[in-house]
Structure formats: C-alpha cells, structure tokens
C-alpha cells in the first residue's frame, strides 16, 4: 500500500525558515517523481515543485512562485521527501502535501502537514 | 502559466441527478488535464487523468471530456459520496496549475 507522511509544520515567524519531510512506503521510491503541493485554507492547490526519479537524474523543477526560496530534495536511502522552505511569508500559510506523480498527475497524496507563517 | 478557470464554483443537485463541472485553460492543453475530488479528513483522489482516461477505482458514473481549452467533468445520477470539492489540474506543461474549485453540495 501507498503511503505518504508529511511532517514538520509548524508555527514560524516571518523571515524564518523551516523543513518539511514525507516519508514514502510501500513502492520502490527511486522510480517516482516526487512533487510538493500546497493549499491555502479554503482554496485551491498550488503545485510548487517536483523532484524527477533516479532514471531522470533527480532533477528538479519549481513554480516560479517559489523557485529561489523552496528547495526539494530526496533521500533515497531512507525513502524521504524533503522541502526547504526560507525567507517565509504570510502568504506561504497553508497545508502542506506531498505527492507521488509521474506524468503531471497525482495519484497518490499525503494527508499534509499545516505551516502557519505569523508573528 | 496556464491560467486554469473552474465554473460553477458551487452547485446543488440531488441524489440521482447528474451534473456537469467545466474546466477552461488559458491555452492549449490538449487532453492534459486531471480532475480530484476533496472531501473532508480524506487526502486528495485523482478521478481522471489525460481529459477522460478513469483513474483506477473511479467509478463509471464519472466521466471526463474535452481537448484543447475546454473540458467536462460529469456525473451521472449522484450518489451521496460524491458530494464535495472537484478541482482540475493541467499537467501538460510547468507550473502545474490547478482550477479555483467547484463545491458540490446536497440540495
């Protein structure tokens, strides 16, 4: 079974920085691109980045929204998703999820981990 | 970034009637477009990808249609678990973007 476990929210000021991970089960992690996906309460996703699989290089992609403030990297030993997150915002406020997409879609999501960004 | 507009951003039907959810790109997609369903305490399910390909375990009364700029979701005679939030997704180019969201609520 296909499991994803984000953790790591929490309560931060702005300007602080914070790491988020999602450990993955039940698959062979290294075939997966892996992506982060946030939502605002009460609104819509906003995809923010994904990781290709180790046939791709583990290369990295972002939304411009956030690309030089987010960065996404894996550890493939111990099948770990992580997103570091600097310099946030009020506006970087949301849930955040992980999942597993290899085409563009999303067949498989974490549960989220929430991120309040205040003073 | 192409520009993802859900419409209606609410409906009301009833048991046993069927609805439609629209989904209109900014640009060209062609069939790369995805719907979810959100429901409370439950983590995102992928309906349909590719415009109208049926996700494993999606039932047959969902359906998707369309290409280019313009796509459908539809749901034939509703049944009480299919009362929540849809999204669409774009997944022809990056940034992935999704639709603004459509609530199906119980009339």
């Known amino acids: 079974e296909v499991k994803l476990l984000e953790s790591g929210g929490g309560l931060v000021q702005p300007g602080g920085s914070l790491r988020l991970s999602c450990a993955a089960s039940g698959f062979t992690f290294t075939d997966f691109y892996m992506s982060w996906i946030r939502q605002p309460p009460g609104k819509a996703p906003e995809w923010l980045g994904v990781i290709r699989n180790k046939a791709n290089g583990y290369t990295t992609e972002y939304n411009p ?24 915002r009020a506006e970087d406020t949301a849930i955040y999820y992980c999942a597993r997409g290899h085409s563009g879609w999303f067949a498989y999501w974490g549960q989220g981990t929430l991120v309040t960004v205040s003073s | 970034d192409v520009q993802m507009t859900q419409s209606p951003s609410y409906l009301a039907a009833s048991p046993g009637e069927s609805v439609s959810i629209s989904c209109k790109a900014s640009k060209s997609i062609n069939t790369y477009l995805a719907w979810y369903q959100e429901k409370p305490g439950k983590t995102n399910k992928l309906l349909i990808y590719s415009g109208s390909t049926l996700q494993s375990g999606t039932p047959s009364r969902f359906s998707g249609s369309g290409s280019g700029t313009d796509f459908t979701l539809t749901i034939r005679s509703l049944e009480p678990e299919d009362f929540a939030v849809y999204y669409c997704q774009q997944h022809n180019e990056y940034p992935l973007t999704f639709g603004s969201g459509t609530k199906l609520e119980i009339k």
């Open chain 1, 65 to 88: 929204s956030v690309k030089g403030r987010f960065t996404i990297s894996r550890d493939n030993t111990q099948n770990i998703l992580y997103l570091q997150m600097n310099t946030l």
